[in-house]
């Protein structure tokens, strides 16, 4: 605890960026890949939101997969907002954690918790990744799952919050988003008058409820996404 009477020390998202890169340092990905490099991408995809989120970009998984505690955060001068995102999106923390699906629509329930699961979600759908993880579970490949919880992600945010970080972490994802918005665009632009003509941005794309399982388990000691 800090002393009394003595200022809390300022957290800022460089401090959380090695910090991700100390407390993620020995751990493994699906593909055996060093896994700090996941959390530092996803910290980096949101560099264009303020600092309690990017700072829970980078520490997104800190609680799932390290022994860091919710007070040690706070103690190291962690906001409560900050700590609050990082607490909604560790699935350990949910109601029922093998529940995917339920997990993700627990996290959109946020907005800012929405945008780190966002990012999460792009850099494990990341081409190359989707192909090496298809490869290594042709039957039952997690990435399906990923690909499932985006609408409902997408529904919690504006269009343009998700381009912003799908340019910086996945832009291959932005096709998939545009092909989205045309299947949803039911306007009649042959009759359209000028008065009823859309304004400047989109509000959050609707989505799906989902329901069905897990699409598969998380293989023993990787980290969870």
Known sequence: MPEQGLPQPRFTVETAKVLAEVAHNRQ?????????????????ALADFDDDIRIAGY??????DTPMTRQALLDM???????GIIERVTKRLHDN?????EGIRFIAQDHDAALVKIADNAHN???????????????????????????????????AEIRMILARVNPWLLEELDDRLDEEDDTDY????????????????????????????????????
């Open 28 to 44: 493994k990905d699906k593909l055996k890949r060093p896994y700090r490099e996941h959390v530092i991408a996803v910290g980096d």
């Open 59 to 64: 520490l997104h998984d800190i609680a799932e």
């Open 77 to 83: 001068g962690v906001s409560e907002r900050a700590v």
């Open 97 to 101: 954690p093998d529940d995917y699906q």
């Open 125 to 159: 759908s990341l081409p190359e990744r989707v192909k090496a993880l298809a490869e290594k579970w042709p039957e039952r490949p997690p990435v399906t799952r990923y690909a499932d919880a985006r609408p409902v992600l997408y529904a919690a945010v504006p269009e």
């Open 190 to 225: 042959e009759n359209l008058s000028y008065e009823d003509a859309p304004q400047a941005g989109r509000e959050p794309l609707a989505g799906p409820v989902l329901d069905e399982p897990d699409e598969a388990a998380e293989p023993d000691g990787a980290p969870k996404d």
